[in-house]
């Protein structure tokens, strides 16, 4: 896998590749996709990013936990006042999971919506578990019409894959809430798509004797119900984050 270092016309610390990256070859072993020819931002300075910004300013928000804690505002605001899109592109060209995942993150805080092109392609991709969230967060959040491309892409491949428990859930609901906000009725393309997943998922589940309890499509639905309000209450937080930022 080459990294182009000049691909994007980035700094020399970042770079791309096509297909799936090395590091992540256990993970593509489980699934095949038609995402190959698409370029992935990385870093090129090895697998964790040397920055001491970076580093000392940002990491101690891995593992934060919804919900917030009761400084959250106050902290994302020091953390929006130090943010600049290098920052997040280091985050997000850093192989692991927990970086990609405040990556995209940190992108709606910054309210840098240039990064929705790598954040689509990680998602298309799904070359790590933990991130898919919140790069539909961010998808959410910027609620562009490139964003809502990835996304469509990605219920188009991802939802036809039954064998694989990735972040169809969260897509689909996803797409629900920015119906909701758009006043839009894309779901109902995907409504048949879903529901024979969810089939298929517990047909799987089944045949390696690991089903659950639920057995019919009703039963299958009321599990995973369409709710997106937890959605809304991160678009919010984050709305929140960036109005007092600016006040």
């Known amino acids: 896998m080459d990294c182009n270092k000049n691909l994007m016309e980035l700094p020399d610390k970042f770079g791309s590749y096509q297909g799936i990256h090395p590091f992540y070859k ?7 996709h038609p995402f190959d020819s698409l370029y992935s931002h990385c870093l090129l300075i090895g697998p964790k990013s040397s920055s001491e910004t970076s580093e000392n300013c940002f990491i101690e928000y891995y593992f934060e936990a919804y919900p917030y804690p009761l400084d959250w505002i106050e ?6 006042a130090a943010l600049t899109e290098d920052i997040v592109m280091e985050f997000l060209g850093n192989l692991g999971w927990r970086e990609r995942r405040l990556g995209a ?8 919506s240039s990064m929705i092109d790598i954040v689509g392609v ?5 070359e ?3 991130a898919g969230y919140h790069y539909l967060l961010s998808i959410a959040y910027f609620n562009s019409e490139k964003g809502l491309k990835y996304l469509r892409k990605y219920l188009d491949f991802y939802l036809s894959q039954y064998h694989l428990d990735y972040d169809q859930y969260d897509a ?22 879903w529901n024979e997943y969810l ?17 019919t499509l009703e039963e299958l639905q009321n599990q995973y119900k369409l709710d997106y309000t937890y959605i809304e209450n991160e678009i919010e937080m984050l709305n929140k984050i960036n109005f007092y930022a600016s006040v």
């Open 75 to 80: 902290s994302m605001k020091k953390v929006k």
């Open 128 to 130: 790590q578990p933990f």
């Open 199 to 215: 089939l298929k998922r517990f047909e799987n589940y089944k045949s390696q004797g690991s089903a659950n309890t639920k057995t």
């Open 105 to 112: 993150y940190y992108a709606c805080v910054g309210e840098f």
């Open 122 to 126: 990680h998602l298309l991709k799904s």
């Open 26 to 32: 256990k993970r593509s072993e489980l699934h095949e």
């Open 172 to 193: 689909i609901r996803t797409l629900c809430y920015l119906d909701n906000l758009n006043k839009t009725s894309i779901f109902s393309e995907y409504q048949q798509p």
